[in-house]
């Protein structure tokens, strides 16, 4: 039999809050985590803005906590906060339960200096590597579910521990896998969202070769403009957060704060380049499509839509061919607000669809979208309604968040309020 | 219930696989039966060791073979591993007898298992890291201008270094545009993989669901981390890999692909397709601390599930890893899996082509088992190190199979089971 299921806590660590009430209040007010940075000791990178973490505030934030965290990635730090604050919003920390855990994660992080010790006169060597491995970062020594596994021992997880890798979508993919597994019974309760971080020298060296970022510095810390005429790549940020995923008899047996509810899970493949999204948003359209119809509801249903919206050339005029196809009945797309919150916390890559997730379930709960930051002279190619620069209040009866990422990969997720009242049975 | 007659039960029609030494899964099977063992000696064009002296490697006519099965296009941006995957799904379809030309492309799922660090190795960076041992000091700002200017690091390390690149590569080659899931781990991104084209065949989400298994330990840092450990057999021990025996020492890192095509058994047979086994089901669970119920646990909760005991097993696959402690929590997992006596007879695919990380060759055995109702000895088991378990060893085992549990661990305390069980009609 398939199980409802609720969101029931909530965590956010980025450059906009430590907690999602501070993420949530900074979104509906229009602020923005861009600010002038350039990678390491290097004074002249190309990219010269983003979206960091503020080191002594996530100290500060967290003090008592993080100070006991293992030598691990700095995405990792901030994803084992994230999950820690979510967990302690629903009320489950030291719960004695069967808890699932799934993290979406991107690049690893690579330290040059490691692969240093590769080195001797004769080439490189696995057993001079192995000698020097005292020397090693060890912050890097984990695998790249290394977050998974210690959010997993931290909470003493017993069910599925699961990593996700599909580039921009892993948060979604993680939080709609999550879902599945719940509502078909295998579990009551996980832990799902993502952290990434691309701003090491290495990382962001390698997402610039592939021309990604914007390096536009004339527009200061407003370049980042999603659906915006002068919009010229994201801009690369950093980030964790987590939400808790439960039955809804699970959760109502132990009066869980329930923030608002999973309807649908949709997730496909573009099969058309590696390095470009399909130009009429194929891929991205029937990830909507599969999300509508897991979610069993028609798309006259949507009311609002977190985009993908990246503020690159290619993603945001397919993302909007691609909403118009889907919601062309009726025109209904003309009746949809749509708004993209990496205009104000910038890329979070694997990890973008946790707070995105969270930033459409609480404008469900709310009732007020949040606001697509800088976009003053949209392009003529995308002309829906992004909610530019100011937060609107608005009924939601349903709500869609979009992930799409490098090499086609694509997850939507359907959520609305919690109505106690509500008899919504899944079709599935 | 079992879940056999269930028209939405899931079928493997196809397997394919390029492990060391084994192109096809005929050749793990040929190898098994007579415990040919495929390490070889290390070896890597960039990288020399004299500690590793074992591997099990993807040879050079099986990485020739893999670059062929990856359309012209799409060859830039695939990490070997991937290669490995593309050829290793192209001759699952084959055995599956399907061509996917005849499949909706949005009814084909992808999912993917990887290994850590599949491409952003020692190796990527090598002309940045030669300038800069030559100047005898780390000049990060100079290293990364090097990389900027004079595009010293493949323009492409990102979409290699992104470890959907298997699913990426996968979705392209074939055309598939449907459901999908990347996973990266060992053992637990296999199971992950294999429970979320499950899910879907069963939704009704995809009709077909092509599930990719790959990885390589061929990484310094992994190697390191594992030889830290304790956990791979080096020069001047044994230099064997001898799971499960008094002697055994560690294990022999390895690599290679593996593929499944999956399909719920409605479809396979209105298809009239191979049925090579159905998936009873799977579960799993984490243990940090030393369990020896882990094994129970998971096959409890499995069997349960479909309404079995075990009983209905008639063979086990157990994992292997080889090295004292490892061998040691298992064998006792084991043991109290059977504490009542069952007779199962237990074997292991580990020391054949080595430990494949992300890569289910236990479960690739356990087909072929119920195909040729014959268990194979577990390789260099001379002396077993505990007597009660059944192992299988120094000889095959002919009987009838009608269902194989394999089991699964890893280093994480990650412990998972899986039920594959003769098919209920003949396709």
């Not at chain 2, 850590?116 to 960076?125: E, G, L, M």
């Not at chain 2, 009709?207 to 057999?233: H, P, R, W």
Request: aromatic share 8%; hydrophobic share 45%; with cysteine.
């Amino acid at each position: 039999m398939s199980q409802r299921v609720v969101v029931t806590g909530l965590g956010v660590v980025g450059r906009l809050g430590f907690h999602w009430r501070d993420f949530w209040k900074a979104l509906l007010a229009g602020e923005s985590a861009v600010v002038p940075w350039q990678p390491g000791a290097i004074s002249d990178f190309p990219v010269r803005y983003a979206a960091p973490v503020d080191d002594a505030a996530f100290t500060a934030a967290f003090a008592g906590l993080v100070e006991s965290l293992p030598p691990m990635e700095r995405r990792s730090r901030f994803g084992a906060m994230a999950a820690y604050a979510a967990m302690h919003d629903a009320g489950l920390i030291d719960k004695d339960l069967r808890l699932g855990v799934a993290v979406g994660s991107g690049i690893p992080e690579r330290d040059t200096a490691d692969m240093l010790l590769a080195m001797t006169d004769a080439g490189p060597s696995w057993d001079a590597f192995y000698a020097r491995r005292a020397q090693l970062n060890p912050a890097l020594r984990g695998g790249n579910d290394q977050l998974a596994a210690v959010i997993a021992r931290q909470f003493k997880a017993r069910g599925p521990v699961q990593n996700f890798s599909t580039a921009c979508a892993g948060a979604a993919h993680a939080i709609g896998s999550s879902f599945r597994m719940i509502r078909n019974g295998e579990i009551n309760c996980m832990i799902a969202g993502g952290a990434d971080s691309v701003l090491s020298p290495m990382t962001i060296t390698g997402l610039h070769l592939l021309g990604a970022p914007s390096v536009n510095e004339d527009l200061g810390d407003k370049l980042c403009r999603p659906f915006d005429e002068a919009r010229s790549g994201f801009i690369a940020a950093e980030g964790g957060a987590f939400v808790v995923l439960e039955s809804l008899d699970h959760a109502r047996t132990r009066n869980a704060t329930i923030y608002g509810e999973v309807l649908g899970f949709g997730s496909s493949m573009d099969a058309y380049r590696v390095t470009a999204p399909h130009p009429e948003g194929r891929g991205a359209a029937q990830s909507m499509e599969n999300a509508l119809r897991d979610a069993g509801i028609a798309p006259g249903d949507i009311d609002y839509i977190n985009a993908h919206g990246t503020s690159t050339p290619l993603n945001d005029p397919a993302e909007t061919m691609a909403i118009k196809h889907v919601f062309a009945a009726g025109d209904h797309y003309r009746k949809l607000a749509v708004s993209a919150t990496k205009s104000q916390i910038g890329h979070w890559i694997a990890a973008a669809g946790a707070p995105e997730f969270i930033a459409t379930l609480l404008a469900a709960r709310d009732g007020i979208a949040p606001p697509t930051l800088n976009l003053e002279n949209p392009d003529p190619a995308c002309d829906l309604d992004y909610v530019p620069l100011q937060a609107r209040p608005m009924k939601i009866g349903a709500a869609l968040s979009n992930s799409f990422g490098f090499g086609g990969l694509n997850a939507s997720l359907i959520v609305k309020p919690y109505i106690k009242e509500d008899a919504h049975e899944y079709h599935g | 219930m079992n879940t056999m007659d269930n028209c939405t039960s899931v079928v493997i029609t196809g397997a394919g696989c390029l492990l060391p030494g084994c192109d096809s899964p005929a050749e793990l099977w040929q190898r098994a039966l007579e415990q040919r063992c495929a390490t070889v000696p290390y070896a890597d064009d960039m990288v020399r060791s004299e500690l590793i002296t074992r591997f099990g490697h993807i040879n050079t006519q099986q990485s020739a073979a893999a670059l062929d099965a990856v359309p012209f296009k799409l060859r830039r941006y695939a990490t070997a591993a991937s290669q490995w995957g593309i050829k290793a799904t192209k001759d699952a379809l084959v055995s599956a007898n399907l061509e996917l030309a005849s499949v909706d492309a949005e009814r084909v799922g992808v999912f993917t298992a990887q290994a850590d660090y599949c491409y952003p190795a020692v190796q990527s960076f090598m002309t940045g890291i030669r300038q800069q041992y030559e100047q005898g000091e780390l000049d990060i700002p100079g290293l990364t201008h090097e990389f900027l200017n004079a595009r010293g690091m493949d323009s492409f390390l990102s979409i290699k270094g992104l470890s959907n690149n298997m699913l990426a590569i996968a979705s392209l080659a074939f055309g598939s545009r449907g459901d999908c899931g990347a996973y990266v781990q060992n053992a637990s991104a296999t199971l992950a993989a294999l429970r979320s084209a499950m899910i879907s065949l069963k939704r009704g989400d995809s009709d077909v669901a092509l599930v990719i298994f790959t990885g390589s330990y061929n990484e310094a840092l992994t190697l390191a981390e594992l030889f830290q450990a304790q956990q791979l057999t080096s020069a001047g021990a044994s230099n064997e890999f001898r799971p499960f025996d008094q002697a055994r020492d560690g294990g022999i890192a390895g690599e290679g692909a593996i593929a499944f095509v999956l399909e719920t058994a409605a479809r396979a047979r209105a298809r009239s397709a191979p049925v090579l086994a159905t998936i009873d089901g799977i579960s799993n669970t984490t243990r940090f601390e030393r369990d020896p119920s882990a094994y129970r646990r998971c096959t409890d909760r499995l069997l349960q599930s479909i309404g079995l005991d075990l009983d209905s097993v008639d063979a086990i696959v157990a994992r292997g890893l080889g090295s004292k402690d490892d061998d040691e929590q298992e064998i006792q997992q084991l043991e109290h899996l059977l504490v009542d006596g069952q007779a199962i007879p237990v074997t292991c695919a580990s020391p054949i082509t080595g430990l494949v990380p992300a890569c289910p060759v236990d479960l690739l055995l356990a087909l072929q088992m119920l195909q040729h109702q014959q268990i194979p000895a577990i390789a260099n088991l001379t002396r077993p190190a505990s007597t009660r378990v059944p192992w299988v060893y120094r000889q095959p085992h002919t009987k009838a199979i009608a269902r194989v549990l394999s089991l699964g661990r890893c280093y994480s305390g990650f412990h998972s089971a899986v039920s594959l069980s003769l098919p209920s009609f003949i396709g």
